[in-house]
Each structure stands twice: as C-alpha cells, then as structure tokens.
C-alpha cells in the first residue's frame, strides 16, 4: 500500500468515530409532532426533540427503516421496513419495542401519511397496478386487517387535507428517483402534484411547469411540496387552494431539498444531508444540529464471502490452482491439494483480471492502488516476496486479457476501444504498451496466442458490422487480415502445434449483426467451424486418410505412444526439479510457420451444421472444444429459467471427424496452458475442474474458502473513487457536459465520512451521478444488507370487504396460451366466480379485521385449503386446494391488454386492432407479433406504448407498419392474399405517455419521423444514451454510465432530456379512471375512427380472367 494510500485508510478508519464531535450528515427524511423530530439514519429510525436534541435510535434492525410519519396525536410513527425481505407497512411507539406489522402483500408498500382522525395509514403500493411502472394509494388501520384502496387513480405519495377530504398527490414516477441519478430532468417524466376532491371526483393541478414537483403535505392550509424548477436545485413551494396563489419557500442553490414533512405551519426539511426547519408563512430556515455518535454494525470489519462477487477464474498452467479475481482481490484455489491463497489482501483497492504466466510461477493483475488509475502488478503464484509493478496511463480503465506462452508480453484492453501488447522481459522494451489495434465498433474482442508467442489471433469489427481476425506479428508489429469481412468471424484460437488457426464464421448475421435493433429478434445466428492452414506447405486438419499399409504406427499408436513418453519424460523432470528443488525448464517451443500469401485460400471448412458456436479451445490431443449455444426464439422458457449458462459443452474429433456433446448447461469454458485440464463456468457461478478429454469428469471447485476481510469504510471510499472514475471514462461526452467533475467529487467527498451502510454509499452516489443531468445513470445494489425473504402467496385476484368479509371483485384468470402466465384461482375444475368470499385460509377464518396475506405468508407453489362460499354468511360453502403464487403483476398487465383490446374492438365495430408492448424487447417483440398479426383482417391500428420499458430501437415495427402494398395472389379455391402477407394499410395512431422511455423514446420518435401516424397521449420520458459497457462494481453492485447517444438524420440531439411530444395531449384524467374509463385510449379511438370515415381502402383489383391457350 503506497504512503498516499496508508494516509486515506487511517482518515478513513477513523472518521466514524469523530462523528459526535461535529454535525452529523446524511440524515434522511424528517417527520415532525409538536414534540419529537424522527428521521433515518443509517438504516435506522431516531426520535429526537423538536430541535434536534437528545435523539436517540429507535429502531435498530439491520433491515432498512424509512419513510417515518407521526401520528396525528403524535404517540406512534407509521414507517415501512425491509424486514423477512419484503417492504412493508409497519407502526412503533414513541417508546419503542417491538414494531407491529400492518402489510404482508409481497409488493412493496411505502407509507405516506395518515388520515387526520390517526385511524388510518396511509401507503403507497403497486399491488394492484393493472399495468407496471405505477403505484396506488391504500389505507390500512394501525390496529391491522384488510387494506383499502383509496382509489384507482395511479399515485406515487399523497396526503390528505386536515380535513381528510381533499387529497394532495403525486401521480406518476420522477426521473430523478431510487437508484436513477437525473437531477433537473426535464423529460416526459417530470410528475405535477394534483388534489383530488373525493366526493366530487373533481381535481385540480398545482401549477405546473416542465419540472418535477414531488412530496406534498399540508401546512397551514396550503399544499407545500418540492419542485426543482428555480434556483438549479429542487427546493419548497406553496400553493393555496383557495387564492390560486404560488410561493417559493425555501432558495436552497446548492443541495437539493428531499424530502418534507409538516405540522401545523412548521415545516423541517432535508438538503445536503442536514436537516432544517422554516415556517411555512415564511422566513429564513434553521439548520438543526444533530449530533450522532453511534456507528452501525455494517462499518465494522467484516470477513465477506468473495465468491459472491466474483468477476474471472483462470487454471493454472497445469491445471491444478484457479487464480479467482474477487471482491477485488486475486485468490489462488486449489483443485484438490492445498489451501486457498489470498495473494493480495489490500482493503481499499481493487485489483482484478487476475492471469497465470505459461510456466505457472506468476500471476498478473490490475490495480487501481495509485487512486483512480491503474498499474500492472505482477508477483509469485506463492503469494511471497516483491511485487513489481508497472504504471498504465492515467488516461483509460484497462483490462487485462491475455499472457503470452513465453511469459514475455500480456495483452490489454482499454475502454476507449484500443488492444496493446506489455512487455514483461527482461529487455529495454520491458514496461513499454505497444498498440495493436484500436476497433472501430464496441464489443467482444477475442484474443489468442500462439504456440511459439510470435502471432496474436484477435478480432475487430468492421465498418460493415461484421467481426474480422487479424494476425499480429510480435516482431514487426504489422496486423493481416485472415478474414475479408464477408462473413461474421470470431473467435479464433491455435492448434496446439501452430499448424492450424481455428475460427467461427457466419454467413447469415447480417440482419442480427446490429443488436440494438430491434429486427434483431429472434434471429437465428448459424456459424461454421473453420480451419485456417497457416503454412503454404502445411497439412489440412482433415486431409484424406488413405488406409494403406505403410509400416507405419497409426495416429492412435503414436498417440498411445507419445502419451506413455510424455508421462517418463515428466517422471524424470520431477525426478530433476526434486534435485534442484527447482521447477523444471519447458521444452522449446518450435516456430510456427506462418505464409500471408494465400493465407485466405488455405481455409478449410470442419464437417459440422451450422449453428451458434462461441468460445472455441483445442486441447493437447488436438481435439476442437467449443460451445454451442441455444438459437434467440427457440423455445418460451419460463421467468425463472437460467438464462446465462445455456450451451452445450462439444468435441471434435479430428481422428474420428466426428463432433459430441460432452456437457449441457455451460456458461463458459477455459483450457489450462497444457491443454489437458478444462475449466467449466456453470449457472450461478459455479466452477468445475476436469480432464480435456472425450469424456467430461469434472468436479466441482471449492469455493468455500474465497474469504475476503473487508473494511467498509476503505472499500466504500475506493467504490466512491471508481464510481466518479468510471464516470469520467466511460461518459459519452468527455466534456462531462461542461461540468467541473474534479469540484463535483470534492463537494460530494465529505459527506462520505457519515456513510454508516452500504445503502447509505448508493443514494450518495446516485446524487453524485445525477449532477450530469441524464437518463440511465443509475446504480444500486453492491453489499448491501438483505434478508432472508418469507416468500407471500398470491391468489390472482381482486377484493374488497363486504359485510365483514373477503369478496373476490375481479379474477385475473391468465393467458390460456402462456403456460407460465397461471392464476391459481382460475384453475381449471375450481369453480370459482367472481363475486365469491373467502371465509378461511389454511383453517384460520378470514374477516376484515384480518390481513388475508399474513395467512398466505411461506405459500408459494405449496397446497393451501381455501373455503369458499357464494356469500358472507356461508351460503354453499366449500373446500378448495390452490397453489398461490409470487407475482400476479403479469396476470393483471394481460387482462388490462385484454380489456383494451376488447374495448377497441367493440367501440370500432371490429375495424380497429389494437396492439401493446410493454418494451421494445424480447416481450415487446412477443406481444407485437402475437398481437399485430392475429389482427390484419382490420382497417387500422393503435399501437400502445404507454409504460414501454423499452430495450431496444424499435426499427422491426416502424419497418413492417410502413411497408407498402405490392400485389395479390389469386388461389383457385380459397381467398386472395397479399404481398406482404401481413399488413394493416389504414389509419394508424401511437398512444404514449411520461413512463414510456429508452426504447419507449425512439419507437414514437420513429412512428412520427416515418409518418404512420399521430401521437397521443402525454410526452415520453426522455431517455437516450444507451449504457451496459463499464464493468461492476468491486462488491457486485451495478453502474450504468450512459456511453452513447442518438442525434437524428439532422444531425441534433433530441429526445434526451426532452422526450416525445404527442401531437395530440391527452392527460390520463383520474376522475375517469376512478371510474374505469381510459381517457388517452377513448381519443385514440376516436381519431382512428375519424379517419377511417375519409381513408381510400387499398384498391385490390379483381384478377384478370385466365389465359385461354391458342387463342
């Protein structure tokens, strides 16, 4: 650890405990009585006096605790926590205890208030959302029993007048929220605040401009709420109801205000990690100085499982240690003798791309200990003696992907799309980074040397989008193209002799070569296997084999026997390394021989199909390994279904010239600088070690003893570093968008010494990530506390509380055709209708005063007994056996496309279809295709991209909706059909609205610039700078630099920051939801109908009578 760094670790180390000494920051959320003061802080909830003083915890789960509101007498607080891994609804007295749990329903419910008489809490949940990315306000009492929802209407947060008869309310989504960092965002997703009178079903909005107003409560009469549209920051607002009149409170310039609460006129706030008080009817705000001493659990030093954030393994040049590189450090596992090795053991700093050299005495890394850029570091696989390090440039994260077999050079890559090449000899040369290449797309690099270390195999894409292997001659630095750019290549690796350059190759990419496309979909990738014969002389993997008698040993004797020379050779060289207790030299290797000329002529095709291959390695027997991986589209696994390790582990045999199967449920495989041992990646990061042999043996590697002892506060200063590091490298603009980045970190900086959990590190950075002012910049997750979750089962279904008792209101009975979209309550033989009570669950009768879910706690996918009766008092009661389930929030989104697809059809009079994608996806795709096409008998269309999640550029659907009629086919029997076959020619219309982004961005920005039609709806959310290409974070958790962004044919940034405009505005009005009416749909519905009224069909002319022959 260099000097710069011991001096950080003991700053570090220590500044949790002077925390008493002077104010305290990062204290989250206040609520106020006329007596207390409760906020969050480290997790935890603390009751303090108006003031500030005295406070004192009063919660202190590991769980995390927030959102605390005050009874209106002021004797309980109502607050959520993640307690048995679920987000509930929970109460505590002032004197503390055990806190009582008012909500089991697995959604997560967020607590907003109480109603003015304190016989209500008031809560947030997307329980019942019949569409995604909304929640709706609920009210339970604090004694417990059945939720009741306030009403239809989506809301975010909300509180009631003192007169519990106006609600005050967010309705939708801020962009700048939980793990998304957008301060100023001024896309679709900038949310008013509305008060909705209840009984009159009438509302009003606070006056609105593009900003983000949030958090209302009520003060004095008037609504006060945050808003970020003055002063650069988000500050406090007041609205009167009856003036109209609108009033700035708060001119905070320099920290946003977060959150707020109110009792009577006086208000306390949070902003810049402080917490401070002003009344409403005006004057300057008072910073209340809290003063904490205590430290949480979760800063103490801990020893932590580093296999959780494991990022590569590599075997040993004979296979008997794996090199792990996690939790930022470089781990040495044996495969069976032995103990693990923790070659780094340096808190703080993250070294990671961990490489055996050839001879397997060296290991290799990254480290980041210099502070925000990298060095080499290379030192004995035995963990003893110097380190020697060489410094990369300050400029560029690097990664680390290969070594050379001679132990002389080791291949890295940059983000900025450059290949080097390091020499580690002993030469003048030594330390020196030589280019190789810089591509010209992002995207995998593979890389191979050979045998003798004088080629490197890598690739590169070209301008065409398709990959090309190069040679890169060591000697003279030059780079030959192997493959022309006709064809996808990849993946190339050598012979074990050198002969022979193996290579994926496939002709048929093209239309999936682009994957941000949406055509991309489901296209199916089918690849050769290559041979290249380096040498003009050289012999084809599989020249014909003539059968004569030569005298000759056949291929298999030689083998026999050369194998049996091997084993002696190795008996004597460990006879000899014994003796000088010296590791024995390897045998030279011998030069490849490697002709240019003709060098694409010489490429010899393997006998195998065409399919996905990847990930190709030739063993010492010669034999081909590669994986073949399952076609996009082939099968509809279900949701829980691995996804990574997917491919099938094969074998060609050159002798035989046959391919097997070896290993299903591969996600990955590597060979041993030998060849002769494989290591197997499998699902949930599982590791197996096994001969590279025609049978695959392997046993599973131990990871037990990846122990890593980590400093929180060390580690949470390095994420802190990398994260505003990674920013600055991998952020498309290197301007940082004119912000000074450096007085960024160092505003941001001091509030780190109060970080007490890792939660507490994410909402720091995601404010930090913000002042960039862009969609997609987010991050969360890392080492954060979680609990054992207590799985609640779902019945599928809607209720209400009638003469004391549970009804079911609505069935959602799935999609019959989905069979992974099931609904336990609609099973086949139950007869059960909607309309029916639920009198008991498992035995326990079931009435209003009870909370149905607690009875459905640890139900999932097991047999629960449910009574069922036609009426509250029993009438035809009966027994039931169900299996709930985890997540009905599929169940509810298919019946709202449904219902919207039935409405269409019926107010259209069968002319219109109706077509929703929730993104522009794999599940967009799906819905699009399935629903599109069943449906090209009509005249016109809606496409529905409200709430679209999105993916990817929806190309696939503007490409296909604007296809132009080309002509007819007449069949002698059945009906004329068209080219194209499946199309709708008639009046097209896109609903949209302000919780449609990324892809749900550029779809209605294409649908508009091609000309299909009108918009309607309310503006997208604004969201396109792509991201998914800097690398995790040292414990896992995730960061998402946006790297790339769109500008249009004319050559403007658009849509960032500024979302899709409707060409028609409908707001969702949630006096008409309430009632069941979609206001945004009914318009859509009514312009395509308006237009159909003047729309010219497609004149399909009748075909021509028959060719009369001879005449």
Do not use: C
Request: charged content about 25%.
């Amino acid at each position: 650890m260099t000097l710069s760094r011991i001096a950080v670790a003991l700053a570090w180390m220590t500044s949790g405990l002077a925390l008493a000494a002077e104010p305290t920051l990062m204290l989250r959320q206040p609520a106020a009585s006329h007596d207390h003061l409760a906020f969050v802080y480290a997790g935890d909830l603390w009751l303090a006096d108006r003031a500030g003083g005295n406070a004192r915890r009063l919660t202190s789960h590991a769980a995390s605790e927030f959102a605390p509101r005050f009874s209106p007498d002021g004797r309980h607080i109502a607050f959520s926590a993640s307690y048995d891994g679920n987000t509930d609804v929970y109460v505590i007295g002032l004197d503390g205890g055990v806190p009582k749990r008012l909500t089991w329903h697995p959604s997560a419910d967020v607590v907003s208030g109480w109603s003015p008489d304190g016989k209500r809490v008031l809560f947030a949940s997307p329980r019942e959302v019949l569409n995604n990315r909304s929640n709706q306000l609920y009210e339970v009492s604090p004694d417990g029993g059945y939720e009741k929802q306030v009403m239809k209407a989506v809301a975010y947060e909300g509180a009631w007048s003192p007169d519990g008869k106006r609600l005050a309310y967010r309705p939708y989504n801020a962009a700048h929220a939980g793990a998304s960092g957008w301060r100023q965002s001024r896309g679709g997703s900038t949310p008013p605040v509305w008060i909705m009178d209840m009984a009159s079903q009438t509302w009003e909005q606070i006056p609105h401009v593009n900003a983000t107003d949030s958090a209302p409560v009520w003060a004095g009469g008037e609504v006060v709420f945050i808003s970020d549209r003055a002063d650069g920051a988000a500050n406090l607002f007041a609205f009167n109801p009856a003036t109209k009149a609108l009033r700035q409170l708060t001119r905070e310039t320099q920290w946003d205000v977060r959150s707020v609460d109110a009792i009577g006129s006086t208000l306390v706030y949070e902003a810049g990690g402080r917490i401070k008080q002003i009344e409403s009817g005006g004057g300057e705000p008072r910073v209340l100085d809290i003063r904490l001493s205590s430290i949480a659990n979760q800063a103490r030093t801990q020893w932590k499982d580093a296999g959780k954030a494991l990022t590569q393994a590599r075997l040993s040049s004979t296979g008997k240690r794996v090199v792990v590189s996690a939790r930022g450090e470089v781990f040495t596992v044996p495969v069976k003798d032995g103990s693990v090795r923790n070659l780094t053991e340096t808190a703080g700093v993250r070294e990671k791309d961990a490489l055996w050299s050839a001879d397997g005495q060296r290991v290799a890394y990254i480290s980041d200990a210099p502070g925000m850029r990298h060095e080499l570091v290379l030192q004995a696989q035995s963990g003893l003696g110097a380190k020697e390090r060489i410094a990369l440039p300050k400029e560029g994260y690097f990664t680390l992907a290969e070594w050379s077999p001679d132990g002389k050079q080791l291949v890295l890559m940059d983000n900025h799309l450059n290949l080097y090449r390091l020499s580690v000899a002993a030469s003048p040369q030594r330390g020196q980074l030589v280019k190789i290449a810089t591509d010209v797309r992002r995207g995998a690099v593979d890389i191979a040397f050979s045998p003798d270390s004088r080629w490197l195999a890598f690739t590169s894409s070209g301008d065409n989008y398709f990959g090309r292997v190069w040679l890169h001659e060591v000697a003279t630095g030059r780079n030959h193209a192997v493959t022309d750019g006709l064809a996808h290549a990849g993946t190339p690796t050598f012979s074990a002799k050198g002969e022979h350059l193996y290579f994926t190759a496939s002709i048929n990419t093209g239309p999936a070569a682009v994957g941000l496309d949406l055509s991309t979909q489901e296209r199916p990738r089918r690849a050769g296997l290559y041979a290249l014969v380096l040498a003009a002389d050289g012999k084809s993997p599989l020249a014909p084999k003539p059968g004569d008698e030569d005298g000759k040993k056949d291929d298999k004797e030689k083998k026999d026997e050369d194998a049996k020379k091997d084993v002696a050779k190795k008996d004597d060289k460990k006879d000899e390394a014994k003796k000088d207790d010296k590791p024995a030299k390897p045998e030279p290797v011998k030069p490849i021989k490697v002709d240019l000329d003709g060098l694409a002529d010489r490429v010899v095709a393997l006998p195998v199909a065409e399919r996905n291959y990847d990930n190709l390695a030739v063993a010492s027997d010669g034999a081909l390994f590669y994986l073949q991986r399952p076609q996009p589209g082939a099968s509809n696994e279900a949701p829980t279904a691995e996804r990574r390790a997917t491919a099938e582990l094969w074998r060609f045999d050159f002798e035989e010239r046959k391919a097997k199967m070896l290993r299903t449920s591969v996600a990955e495989f590597s060979l041993s600088e030998d060849r002769k041992k494989l290591l197997l990646t499998l699902a949930a990061g599982k590791l197996e070690v096994g001969d590279a042999n025609e049978k695959i043996e392997a046993k599973a590697l131990d990871l037990a003893g990846l122990r890593a002892r980590v400093d929180p506060r060390l580690e949470w200063k390095q994420i802190f570093d990398e994260t505003w590091w990674m920013q600055k490298e991998f952020f498309y603009d290197p301007g940082m968008h004119g912000l000074d980045w450096q007085a960024v970190y160092d505003r941001y900086l001091p509030q780190l010494a109060h970080v007490q959990r890792r939660e507490d590190l994410n909402d720091l950075l995601v404010q930090m990530i913000g002042e960039l002012q862009v969609g997609h910049n987010r991050m969360g997750g890392g080492d954060v506390h979680q609990e054992t979750p207590v799985a609640v089962g779902l019945l599928g279904a809607d209720f209400t509380v009638e003469q004391g008792r549970y009804r079911i209101a609505r069935l959602y009975a799935g999609d019959r055709l989905n069979p992974h979209l099931r609904s336990p309550l609609s099973a086949a033989g139950l007869r059960v209708k909607e309309g029916d009570f639920i009198l008991a669950v498992g035995g326990h009768e079931v009435d209003s005063k009870t909370n149905l879910y607690a009875l459905l706690e640890n139900t999932v996918g097991k047999q629960v007994v449910l009574s069922i009766a036609q009426d509250a008092a029993g009438k035809g009661r009966r027994d039931i056996v169900v299996e709930p389930i985890a997540n009905e929030s599929l169940l509810r989104r298919w019946a709202w496309i449904d219902d919207n697809r039935r409405k269409v059809e019926q107010k259209s009079g069968g002319k219109v279809a109706y077509v929703y994608m929730p993104d522009t996806g794999g599940q967009g795709y799906e819905h699009f295709n399935r629903m599109f096409f069943a449906q090209v008998d009509k005249q016109a269309l809606i496409v529905d991209d409200r709430k679209n999640g999105g993916g990817q550029a929806a190309n696939y659907v503007t490409e296909l909706l604007a296809r132009p009629y080309l002509g007819s086919w007449k069949d002698r029997d059945g009906l004329v059909f068209d080219t194209p076959g499946g199309a709708i020619y008639g009046p097209k219309a896109m609903l949209i609205d302000q919780d449609a982004g990324s892809g749900g961005d550029f779809m209605p920005y294409a649908f508009k610039r091609v000309g299909l039609g009108p918009l309607i709806g309310k503006r997208t959310w604004g969201g396109l700078i792509g991201i998914s290409v800097n690398p995790p974070l040292i414990d896992g958790g995730f960061l998402t630099v946006p790297f790339f962004r769109f500008y249009t044919p004319e050559g403007e940034w658009r849509i960032e920051n500024e979302g899709v405009t409707p060409d028609m505005e409908v707001e969702l009005d949630p006096a008409a939801v309430n009632r069941g009416e979609d206001t945004q749909l009914d318009a859509a519905i009514a312009d395509v109908l308006k237009r159909l009224q003047v729309w010219k069909p497609i004149q399909r002319r009748t075909a021509p009578a028959a060719a009369t022959l001879g005449r």
